[in-house]
């Protein structure tokens, strides 16, 4: 399983765009980037999912360059519902995906 | 679509008892995935069923752990006998992908049971 690194803890303002970024140097080839999002006494929810360059749905994008080490998280115009703890997974989906501990994402008036 | 189901929401024993916890996938969902969840920590992956086979439980303790899929549906898992390090919330996940497919799914997951040992 690739390890992932990410930040701990972000703080945002409502309305700003929030970018969290997750360090995968030793990504396979088959793996793919997969985020969750968890908000508290819930099960994770799946955000978004990408291999390579850029993948935008309703709720955010998912920018990756082209050595796939890194990818980005980033999440237009945040809203205080937005405040949950989001979780950078790499790997090939079919198997087990390690969740690590997370992003935990603070969104303030 | 209904959801992932699970049952109970919340369970107290008391350490040494024995805890049994249950599962209802999303129709047609081929993979089942039970998690662990710590306060403060990520999920961590206990098994993970394809069907009604296994496909990886590296990381359940199966001295006390026990976990089954029959008819390759609704899932239990068990704890005998429970230790107070057992305390946290269970999730179960389901998916509609295969292991070793090649392509990429999204899991759901259930509301979890939160378990307490005293």
């Known amino acids: 399983l690739a390890k992932t690194t990410q930040p701990i803890s972000m703080d945002s303002y409502e309305g700003q765009e929030v970018n969290i970024t997750c360090s995968h140097n030793n990504i396979a080839t088959n793996d793919y980037i997969t985020w969750y999002q968890q908000f508290p006494s819930q099960g994770p929810r799946f955000i978004i999912q990408?291999?390579?360059t850029k993948v935008t749905n309703e709720v955010a994008s998912l920018f990756i360059p082209a050595d796939r080490k890194s990818s980005t998280l980033s999440l237009p115009r945040v809203s205080l519902s937005d405040t949950a703890v989001y979780y950078c997974?790499?790997?090939?989906?079919?198997?087990?995906?390690?969740f690590g501990k997370g992003t935990s994402l603070l969104v303030t008036p | 679509e209904a959801g992932v189901a699970q049952s109970p929401r919340y369970k107290i024993i008391e350490k040494r008892q024995s805890v049994a916890f249950w599962c209802n996938p999303i129709s047609g969902h081929a993979t089942l995935y039970w998690y662990q969840q710590i306060l403060g920590q990520g999920p961590k992956l206990l098994i993970q069923f394809q069907n009604n086979g296994v496909v990886d439980d590296s990381q359940l303790p199966k001295d006390r752990f026990s976990a089954e899929r029959l008819k390759g549906v609704d899932s239990t898992l068990k704890i005998q006998p429970a230790k107070l390090e057992d305390s946290a919330v269970y999730l179960c996940?389901?998916?509609?992908?295969?292991?070793?497919?090649?392509?990429?799914?999204?899991?759901?997951f259930g509301p979890g049971t939160r378990l307490t040992v005293t």
């Open positions: 997974l790499v790997g090939d989906p079919g198997y087990a995906l390690s």
């Open positions: 996940a389901s998916s509609s992908g295969l292991a070793g497919a090649g392509w990429a799914w999204e899991q759901y």
């Open positions: 990408g291999y390579k």
